[in-house]
């Protein structure tokens, strides 16, 4: 599962780096629709049993 996980994984941080963006730009629109793909993201990795806060590629 290394190639799922680690994509998994860069997603959340990708989805991470826009909230606090999005946060950053006082843009109350995008940091919905990034938390939007934040929360779907850490849920997907849950469901699929990665850690989404690893971040090493085991």
Do not use: K, W
């Amino acid at each position: 599962m290394g190639g799922f996980a680690e994509t998994i994984r860069e997603r959340v941080r990708v989805a991470r780096a826009a909230v606090a963006a999005a946060s950053e730009a006082d843009d109350a629109y995008e940091v919905a629709v990034a938390q939007d793909e934040l929360d779907e993201m850490v849920r997907l990795a849950r469901i699929n049993g990665v850690d989404p806060n690893r971040a090493d590629g085991g």
